[in-house]
């Protein structure tokens, strides 16, 4: 068996990040990242939609709230440092009528709490300055909001990785963790590894290898496809930078935005729709063990008997590109579908879920002698993922 100081489950962006975070503190350390698929970036890091939160949704105090605000700052310096294209194009969200106001004072002294950069309040006549095709009575402007390809990014990491001696085993999936007398053993198959220490961010499996491992079953992870539509190539781009509405407070997701992204094309989305598969990037993916899982699971019923209206709009814009478009036009009025290039993608959320029903908001971690893991990490996971990884290591350095 190898011995190994570190070894890391996961080389999406997150897992990426903690082992050049502990290579940073223990120069010459041999770790090991264990991925279960051919390459990385593979999952969440490959299919999201490049934005870099600045941190005004989170609850202050929250790991969210402290590690995106901090994890922005660190992604933008690492980005700048390896030459990775971003823009920090800036970020609407929008209050289309009155009942919406007091949801954006909430938004807005949450933002100022977090002390995000440059956050301001603005009316109708300056949304229309910011944003030409943009139609409101108030909003939140964050300048700071920018885009990337988080691939890229996680693509530079690797890199300086393997240029420092870290070895990676792809197309190799943890099975589970267990503790030994002076660290860890990490069953990978038919193979075996020890270690003084192991961290693991298996994001859409976390709590399979959690429970696999002695950890409890809550909570679950229930996926979530988050549906994108693309808008036909233009001169200029349909938007300067995003037009976000105001959130439903008491839900994780953050409805359909319009977002210009790093290559300068523009999408719609994403919708929130829970799925049978958790790598089901297409309705026609099933996977009967991970639908078992959800079905089975006492949190997926209590959430659907309290959001189930919810749902139903979900699966409208889900079945309907009209519907879709409707909703993304309340913003840019004049959006049709006729300004789609017919282009669909998707990404899958790994959403954690409470056995009550609810739905985790916030990062959780876990630690466990030599063992540290990931429970819940959705967006902004990928804009925070060097903070949270710097926390994961002091945590780790900390237990002893």
């Not at 979530?224 to 693309?230: K, N, S, V």
């Not at 889900?318 to 282009?343: H, N």
């Not at 790994?350 to 056995?355: D, E, I, K, V």
């Amino acid at each position: 068996m190898s011995r190994y100081d570190l070894v890391v489950v996961g080389a999406g962006i997150l897992g990426l990040a903690v082992a050049r975070e502990w290579l940073a503190r223990h120069d010459g350390a041999h770790v090991l990242v264990v991925e279960a698929e051919a390459g990385v970036a593979a999952h969440q890091t490959g299919h999201n939609s490049g934005v870099i939160h600045s941190g005004i949704y989170y609850q202050p105090g929250s790991l969210k709230a402290k590690l995106c605000v901090e994890g922005s700052r660190l992604m933008y310096d690492f980005i700048a440092e390896n030459d990775i294209a971003f823009e920090r194009c800036g970020k609407l969200i929008v209050a289309l009528d009155r009942d919406e106001l007091a949801r954006l004072d909430d938004l807005e002294s949450r933002g100022r709490a977090n002390q995000v950069v440059g956050l301001r309040r603005i009316g109708a006549e300056e949304i229309r300055e910011i944003e030409p095709r943009a139609v409101g009575l108030a909003a939140l402007h964050s300048p700071e909001t920018g885009i990337v390809d988080y691939a890229q990014v996680a693509r530079a990491i690797h890199r300086q990785l393997e240029a420092a001696g870290v070895e990676f085993r792809f197309g190799t999936r943890a099975e589970s963790v267990s503790a030994t007398s002076d660290g860890c053993r990490v069953h990978l198959g038919d193979d075996v590894v020890d270690a003084r220490r192991a961290i693991t961010c298996a994001g859409l499996w976390s709590d399979r290898l959690a429970q696999a491992s002695g950890g409890g079953a809550d909570p679950r992870i229930v996926p979530f496809r988050g549906g994108y539509l693309q808008l036909r190539p233009r001169t200029e781009p349909f938007v300067r930078g995003m037009i976000y509405p105001v959130p439903d407070p008491t839900l994780p997701f953050l409805g359909v935005h319009i977002t210009k992204h790093i290559d300068s094309s523009v999408s719609l989305g994403p919708t929130a729709m829970m799925v049978p598969s958790r790598d089901g990037y297409t309705w026609r993916k099933f996977s009967a063990r991970d639908a078992w899982q959800t079905g089975t699971w006492p949190g997926t019923w209590r959430l659907a008997r309290r959001y189930w209206r919810t749902g139903i709009h979900e699966l409208s814009m889900a079945s309907s590109r009209k519907a879709f478009v409707r909703e993304a036009a309340r913003y840019a009025p004049g959006l049709t579908v006729d300004d789609l290039d017919g282009t669909v993608h998707a990404g899958i959320r790994a959403q954690a879920l409470g056995r009550d029903g609810a739905l985790v908001d916030d990062f959780v971690l876990a630690t466990d002698g030599a063992v540290t893991q990931v429970r819940n990490a959705p967006s902004p996971a990928a804009t925070a993922s060097l903070a949270i990884a710097r926390e994961m290591v002091d945590r780790v350095l900390a237990s002893g």
